[in-house]
């Protein structure tokens, strides 16, 4: 099916406080020049509205557009769409699923991954104290990397992790097979592989079953001194325990794109701590230039009648 040659009928509302609204409109216009892509603040009839492309709108965003076909998260997490109650009945919803995307956030995994590999944290430490400290570097496949979620986005970075030669496991709630990773399945498996990190990449989807997985007594199963990285939602960590053990070193480093809050609160202890590495929930963002296409892809299809690609389930949450 030929985007470009679908004239949708209706309009698409856009939202986010975070994403530019006029890059998005240009790179949709240029997949479907007729599409008539709006704002939310600039909505004249609600009810003109077919499809909309957004991140964390408010509540009740929804309740006012009687004629939404489609809606499309503006990312590859949709947690922010899980029980809500303006969701209208038989819309449905999909994901981003941009291999840019991908590759920007297995771009940030190797980065924060190598970083504690090879002990940066603690040389930079050193560099405050002005003090050449010399510390051997290790071979790379002594050095045990647990990545916990196999999705898309989880499924390339542990590629890439293990083209490094650095030991991979993998975990997630169903099989999974990828090459050159042990991959493990299952809630029976999750703690034998948290017990064998040096290093554990948090990359699941948040759900119920998910929300406060990372809890005190799983994050004491990681061997002394490991560090974490999270770069998927920050409620599946338990950030008070996670904190208490930074400070006790039983986690020696964290880096950290997502917390509990966002924005992180100015007076949390993270921001201090010398062993964390903080960024503002940016490892993987949708691109407006790759994405569109997929996205006109599906207005194609819904406006023919037919089922989107990458549609989610909201009672799943992924």
Known sequence: MNASNTTPSGAMVFYSQFDDFSAWKQALRARMPHLRVLHADDIDDPADIHYALAWKPPAGFFDRMPNLRLIVNLGAGVDSLVGRTDLPAGVPITRITDPRMARMMAGYVLF?????????????????????????????????????????????????????????LGWSRSPRQIAGVQCHAGMETLD???????????????????????????????????????????????????????????IGAAT???????????????????????????????????????????????????????????????
């Open 256 to 318: 950290l794109d997502v917390f509990e809050r966002e924005p992180l609160p100015g007076d949390d202890p993270l921001w201090r701590m010398d062993n964390v590495l903080i960024t503002p929930h940016l490892a993987s963002v949708a691109i407006p230039a790759s994405a569109a296409a997929q996205i006109a892809e599906n207005i194609a299809r819904v406006s023919h009648g037919d089922a989107p690609a990458n549609q989610i389930d909201p009672a799943r949450g992924y």
């Open 112 to 168: 924060a991954t190598l970083r504690h590999a090879r002990d940066i944290p603690w040389f930079e430490q050193a560099q405050r104290r002005g003090e050449w400290a010399y510390r051997h570097p290790r071979s790379p496949e002594d050095t045990r990397v647990a990545v916990l979620g196999l999705g898309e986005l989880g499924a390339c970075a542990a590629h890439e992790l293990q083209r490094q030669g650095l030991t991979v």
């Open 192 to 250: 034998a592989v948290i017990s064998q990190a040096d290093i554990l990449v948090v990359m699941l989807p948040l759900t119920p079953q998910t929300r406060g997985l990372l809890n005190r007594a799983r994050l004491e199963k990681l061997p002394r001194g490991a560090a974490l990285i999270n770069v998927a939602r920050g409620a599946l960590v338990d950030q008070a325990a996670m904190t208490a053990l930074l400070q006790s070193g039983h």
